[in-house]
């Protein structure tokens, strides 16, 4: 059977049967439910009345800046926080008071914390122990666990003997191991470099969709969020600005916060004139909804905005503007263009074979054109 | 892997060698430096060697002479023949092991509670620790004889007290050796154990209890197994000092706890032998390399499964 685990690797593409499913079945993973959690360190709110749910089999993402609360809040499902009130449920339990070794979830440390005085087998099968499996059935689980991160046959290594992937990999397979139904995981990849990296999101993202379990993952990597994650709560200041899908994160942020933190965007902001929206000078055509607020401003992301000819306008919002930049990035371009209200705005598009010399360069004028369905009108100021 | 890969990607682009005339270049430097190197560390090793090779090979030559002053194997044979020899090693050994178990068993906890208080606290724990230790052994040894004699602190605080009714000896015997030496040796043990545990991270507790460990599994199954090599150096280090101890035994164990040094002492002092004093020397040294050379097999093998970072 392992063998034939290992053939199906976590890197195969369409491993989603549950036929195959390794340990947990979908069904067997539990809902988080966070309420009005709040902890204080003297007069820093780390979490200030949070609230989340986390649905069963759900990869969740907790994703903010250094310091925004997303490791408190991580902490606090694990037990290793002690919050100051609030509540957490797993499925129908009430654990806030439960201590971290009774909560049966699994946990990926961002350094991995594998114990250095174990072999790769004893590491994995450290939960396993504990439990008081009998030998055989724990040694087989150990080999499953180690096969379903790649790993088959390490289990005499020792941990210094490890690259940085495969410590990475080897916790991956401790938490796992003792099949919890909860999997909580704090920056694991942050150590790694970038092509590494990026191969882990993929093969995380396939063990999740084969294992099931209820997933909450902690990075301050937009991209990484966003490439691996159902849903994605975005966290400042201790509170949850937006929880949404990747897609619905990147076109339709709620607040200004998450607008500038996913993804590259300018802000221009809106007056109201008769009725009308004006930015930069321009009457703004819209499709999308309008915040109920006095101040308005217009999101800009730079691959929405295409350069237009003059005249041509196809019922797009043009504005007029001044190149102040020009960037070669091989497979996109990137024009830096500042427009008539005084605001720099980011353009970014694909490169084709000789279209790069025909760009406008540096002080001339340009049209910029955004479809009304990319206009995306945020409350607040630019 | 990565690292290899690199490292023939910049072969391969590297020019063929001009002349050879850089290799040799690059060769002298590192003989140069190499030679600066030594330059430093020549006072030191000099210094080894007037105060330590010459007078341990001048007291390996002294043993071997006899009364009359010619080559003689009489001092080691005195050893051999005589039982109160055997039996002073033997109470060497013993009080230096009850000594080291002692403060194992009174320096780990304290080590492990310091461990886990807040650096400001673990400091002022560490200097109380410390301070005794930058107090002369002579005058903590005489404290001790003062605290400890038969109307000394200790008893007339524990008959006012009840603990006990009429004044116990517990001075000029091995309990009063032990309670000096205890004290003396302890910081030798603390500041090692602690130093390992300070460098034990908290994710490993954490990762354990997340993984089902009660707090008492994780410290079994984690902590105490991280913090031994820590444990080992500083029992050894406590070991070894005890071998060699004299002016502790001689003032607390009242001429009834004979350790090797006493012997050497009255050897040279009562006797005016120094032939056998320089016997017993080489004895104590040799047995002493022989327990470093047992615990450094010890280490190697927990060097093999502890160490990792």
Request: aromatic share 8%; net charge neutral.
């Amino acid at each position: 059977m392992s063998s034939d685990l290992a053939a199906g690797g976590v890197t195969a593409r369409g491993t989603t049967d549950g036929s195959r499913s390794l340990s947990t079945s979908p069904t067997d993973a539990l809902p988080i439910t966070v309420r009005n959690v709040t902890k204080t360190y003297g007069s820093v709110h780390a979490l200030d009345d949070v609230s989340l749910d986390v649905e069963s089999g759900e990869f969740m993402t907790l994703l903010g800046p250094s310091g925004s609360g997303k490791t408190t809040l991580l902490m606090v499902l694990a037990g290793f926080t002690r919050p100051d009130s609030g509540s957490l449920r797993f499925g129908d339990t009430e654990m806030i008071r439960t201590p971290p070794h009774l909560r049966d979830v699994g946990m990926v440390f961002q350094n991995y914390a594998l114990f250095p005085h174990m072999t790769v087998a004893g590491n994995v099968g450290y939960p396993l122990r504990l439990r008081q499996m009998p030998k055989a059935e724990m040694e087989e689980r150990v080999e499953r666990a180690l096969d379903t991160v790649q790993l088959g046959g390490y289990g005499e290594r020792r941990i210094d003997q490890l690259s940085g992937g495969q410590r990475q990999r080897v916790a991956l397979a401790r938490s796992i191991a003792f099949e919890p139904r909860i999997l909580l995981m704090d920056e694991p990849l942050s150590a790694l470099d970038k092509k590494l990296r990026d191969r882990m999101q993929i093969e995380l993202r396939h063990l999740h969709e084969k294992l099931g379990m209820t997933t909450v993952y902690v990075t301050h990597d937009q991209r990484e969020a966003l490439t691996m994650s159902d849903r994605i709560a975005v966290v400042n200041h201790g509170r949850i600005m937006q929880v949404a899908s990747p897609e619905r994160l990147y076109d339709q942020p709620e607040n200004k916060f998450v607008a500038d933190f996913i993804g590259d965007s300018s802000f221009i902001d809106i007056t109201r004139a008769d009725g009308a929206l004006m930015a930069a000078g321009t009457s703004l055509k819209t499709t999308r909804p309008v915040p109920e607020s006095s101040a308005l401003s217009l999101m800009v992301r730079p691959e929405r905005v295409q350069i237009v000819a003059n005249g041509a306008a196809d019922g797009m919002n043009v504005f007029e503007a001044a190149v102040t930049d020009l960037v070669y990035q091989g497979e996109s371009f990137l024009l830096y263009a500042t427009l008539k209200d005084g605001t720099d705005l980011a353009v970014r598009g694909a490169n084709r074979t000789g279209t790069f010399a025909d760009l406008p360069k540096s002080g001339e004028r340009v049209r910029l054109g955004l479809d009304p369905g990319d206009t995306v009108i945020i409350a607040g100021e630019a | 892997m990565a690292v290899s890969d690199l490292d023939t990607a910049r072969l391969g682009t590297e020019p063929a060698a001009e002349d050879g005339a850089n290799a040799h270049g690059l060769r002298m430097d590192e003989r140069r430096e190499r030679l600066a190197l030594f330059g430093l560390a020549s006072p030191a090793l000099l210094i080894v060697l007037i105060i330590l090779v010459i007078p341990v090979g001048w007291l390996f030559y002294v043993s071997f002479i006899g009364a009359d002053g010619t080559f003689s194997l009489e001092n080691y044979e005195r050893m051999i023949n005589s039982k109160s020899y055997a039996r002073i090693f033997q109470t060497t050994f013993e009080v230096s092991f009850l000594t080291t178990l002692l403060c194992i068993l009174i320096g780990y906890p304290l080590a492990y509670f310091m461990s886990q208080l807040p650096d400001r606290w673990a400091n002022v724990c560490l200097i109380t620790v410390l301070l005794p230790f930058w107090t002369s052994l002579l005058v903590r040894t005489y404290a001790w004889l003062v605290l400890l004699q038969k109307n000394g602190l200790v008893n007339n605080w524990a008959i006012s007290l009840g603990l006990w009714d009429e004044p116990i000896k517990i001075v000029h015997n091995l309990n009063g050796t032990l309670i000096g030496m205890v004290h003396i040796m302890l910081p030798f043990l603390i500041l090692p154990v602690y130093a390992t545990m300070k460098a034990i991270p908290k994710d490993y507790l954490k990762a354990a209890a997340n993984l089902g460990a009660s707090p008492v599994r994780a410290f079994w199954t984690v902590f105490f197994p991280l913090s031994t090599p820590g444990l080992f150096a500083g029992s050894l280090m406590v070991f070894i000092l005890c071998l060699g101890f004299f002016v502790t035994p001689a003032v607390l164990g009242g001429g009834k706890v004979i350790m090797v040094s006493m012997k050497i002492v009255s050897n040279i002092e009562l006797f005016v032998n120094w032939g056998a004093a320089s016997a017993l020397g080489v004895v104590l040294l040799v047995l002493t390399l022989a327990v470093l050379w047992v615990a450094s097999r010890f280490l190697k093998l927990d060097n093999m499964t502890g160490g990792g970072h």
